[in-house]
Structures are given as structure tokens and as C-alpha cells.
């Protein structure tokens, strides 16, 4: 029974990649001219839609013309019906980056190199087209009658010399695609990198640390130690985000203590009479529990906050007892927050090599279709 099978499924695949047959006609032309009517149509009708959708939901189709927090003056133009297409490249970079973002501008050059790599694709088209198409008939391209696939590399014999341009087309297209790159990274990006990082925003002159030594847990310790590795008047500040689980607790009974005393003060001042509670059975006025145990919380916060400022190092003066928690005034995943006095050119680097290696990234995914 298996040896007849398996003689079945070698049949079967002998049959199957048989070159006995003759080869069928490509109709390409057809395909295209089918896929034009159906996916064409399909896009005027969803394009023309938006371009009239936008004007009538402008909240829906741009939200940063009226958001809060996030509102900047270029999202409230919205041009008219058609107009946007064309008058969206009259707007200068500069104003792209200071109301979009520098990755926002990066995206938008992204883009705009993806059209001039595509543009070489259909230059390359322009001179390959009459190479394939006058490709003189042979025994294996004879059976080709459909146009479209008559100006297609199918229409070129194999081991023809034709087959050089194409060669030379794939080169141009990466060569071309590789220096447009050069371009946009080597000229290009440092020099909006630069403008941007000059801007006199926090977060060009911060930068996070991490790993820090007990040594180093106090403020004015980290400060002193990047004022000694960048020199004198570099450093502005620096603060250190501490776990303080202890200090958190005093601060939530602070506000509870408050609440219950604006309560007990509205009461007596409506009412006219003072408000008693119990504590421990022992009935009290409630103004003053409430009070003198704010002014005792107000002093225990303040004298723990003075405490971790200092580095929450054990002292003769008894500083040392408010640590009650072992993760009190430990460094919170061990992270600091440095402000500098001039920009961080290094943290232009990340971004730098992203751009480049997604820039790459697309040069293959255009590429690689193309070749194939």
C-alpha cells in the first residue's frame, strides 16, 4: 500500500513540473487595468471624502487645534478642500519643529526621502522600459503577447546582455538611495539636531543617572560629584528621587488631619458650638486634638524632610532614629536628575543612529521589491 502511494506522489510530482506543456500567456494589462478600476475608485472616493470630512470635524481630524496642553497655531489652519495638498510644503521646517516636535520633523524628512528614493525607482522605469521592450523575440519569450509584460524583464531571454541594466539599475537605485542618506544624516540632521538641542527648554540641559553609591545619596552629594567630573559652575542642580514610604504616610495623615479640622471649624463656626469626639473613650474638643496633632505632624515632616536632605546618615543629634523603614531615604531605583548649565550634544546620538538605521531599514524594504 506505501509503495503505492509513494510511486503516486512521484508521478504526481513528475506531472507537476513537467516543462512538456506550453507556457501561458501572462495578461498583465488586464490585471493592471482591473486593479486601476477597483482600487482607484475605491481611493478617489475615500480621499475625496476626508478632504471634505476634515473641514466639517475639524475636533475629529485635528485635535491639537483646540486640545489642552497640546494646542499649537499650525494645526488650526486647515487650508481649504484641496489647497492642503500643495500648501503643506510652503511651511518652513523651523515652524514644523517648534509647534510638531523634533521627531515629528524627522518623520516628515523620513517621508520626503521615501518620495526621492521612489523618484529614482521611476527614472530607472523611464530608460528600462525600452530596454526590456525591444528585447529581440526567442524561443523562451515568444509566447508573451500581453503589453505590460512585454516591457517587464520576463520579456528578456536568460544569459541576455540586456540583463546588464538591470544589473546597473539595481546599483543606482541603492547608490542613490545610500547618498540621499548620507545627506539627510551628515548635513541635515546635526544641523536641526543642534537648533533643537539650543533651544532653552529642561530637557536639553537634564540628563538621568543611575547606579548611585550610598556615598552619593543626598543632593548636594550628587551635585558635588558632577561639579568635580564636569568642572566648576557646569552643574545647576541636582535632585535625587528618594523611596521615602515612612515620610509618605505622615504626609497622607496630614491631609486627613486637615480635612477632620476645616470639618470640626465649619461646625463650630455654623453651629455655634465646639465639636467634641472621643479618643480612647475620653471625649475631646475636636479643634484643638486636631490641631495640636497637625502642629506635631508639621514638625515631624519638616525635621525627616531636613533629615533625608542630608544624606539620612546616622548623626550625634539623633537624626538617625527617624529612619524607621529600611527603605526610607534609600534612592528610588537608584536615579538622579542632573541639570547642566550647557546642552548634551552626546544625547543627539541616539537619535542619530535610530534615524539612520530606520532610514536603512526602508532603503531595504524599497529596495528589495524592487530587485525582485
Known amino acids: 500500500m506505501d509503495s503505492n502511494f509513494d510511486y503516486f506522489y512521484q508521478r504526481t510530482l513528475q506531472d507537476a513540473n513537467t516543462t512538456d506543456s506550453e507556457p501561458v500567456n501572462p495578461d498583465d494589462g488586464e490585471v493592471l487595468l482591473n486593479t486601476l478600476i477597483i482600487y482607484g475608485t475605491n481611493f478617489v472616493i475615500i480621499w475625496s471624502l476626508f478632504c471634505w470630512l476634515r473641514l466639517q470635524y475639524p475636533r475629529v481630524y485635528s485635535v491639537r487645534s483646540w486640545a489642552p496642553n ?7 489652519n486647515q487650508f481649504s478642500m484641496f489647497s492642503w495638498l500643495y500648501e503643506v510644503y510652503e511651511i518652513p521646517e523651523k515652524q514644523i519643529m517648534d509647534q510638531c516636535g ?27 522600459i525600452p530596454v526590456y521592450g525591444s ?4 524561443d523562451s519569450t515568444e509566447y508573451i503577447e500581453d503589453y505590460i509584460a512585454s516591457i517587464t524583464i520576463s520579456h528578456v531571454p536568460p544569459g541576455s546582455a540586456r540583463l546588464v541594466a538591470t544589473m546597473i539599475a539595481v546599483y543606482l537605485f541603492f547608490g542613490c538611495a545610500l547618498y540621499l542618506l548620507y545627506k539627510e544624516v551628515d548635513e541635515w540632521f546635526p544641523n536641526f539636531r543642534f537648533k533643537f538641542l539650543a533651544q532653552a527648554k529642561a530637557r536639553n540641559y537634564t540628563v538621568y543617572v543611575h547606579g548611585i ?27 535625587l528621587k528618594l523611596n521615602t514610604p515612612e515620610l509618605s504616610k505622615l504626609a497622607a495623615e496630614r491631609t486627613a488631619l486637615v480635612t477632620a479640622l476645616e470639618h470640626a471649624i465649619n461646625v463650630f463656626e455654623v453651629e455655634d458650638k465646639v465639636p467634641m469626639h472621643k479618643v480612647n473613650g475620653v471625649e475631646v474638643e475636636s479643634i484643638d486634638f486636631y490641631g495640636d496633632n497637625l502642629k506635631r505632624i508639621n514638625i515631624d515632616i519638616t525635621e525627616r524632610i531636613e533629615f533625608l536632605e542630608a544624606g539620612g546618615y546616622e548623626s550625634d543629634e539623633g ?11 534609600e534612592p528610588l531605583v537608584c536615579t538622579a536628575l542632573i541639570m547642566m548649565m550647557e546642552y548634551l550634544p552626546c544625547q543627539g546620538l541616539g537619535n542619530l543612529i535610530y534615524f539612520a538605521f530606520y532610514s536603512y531599514v526602508v532603503v531595504i524594504g524599497w529596495g528589495l521589491p524592487y530587485i525582485l
Request: charged fraction near 20%; proline fraction near 1%; hydrophobic fraction near 45%.
Open 319 to 329: 537624626a538617625g532614629a527617624y529612619k524607621q523603614s529600611l527603605a526610607e531615604g
Open 70 to 76: 497640546i494646542q499649537c497655531k499650525l494645526a488650526r
Open 135 to 138: 528585447s529581440p523575440a526567442s
Open 213 to 239: 553609591r550610598d556615598q552619593y545619596k543626598a543632593d548636594y552629594n550628587i551635585a558635588q560629584f558632577f561639579q568635580e567630573s564636569f568642572g566648576l559652575g557646569r552643574v545647576q542642580e541636582a535632585h
Open 102 to 128: 523634533f521627531d515629528g520633523l524627522c518623520l516628515i524628512r523620513m517621508l520626503n526621502w521615501a518620495v526621492k528614493v521612489s523618484a529614482v525607482g521611476a527614472i530607472n522605469a523611464v530608460w528600462l
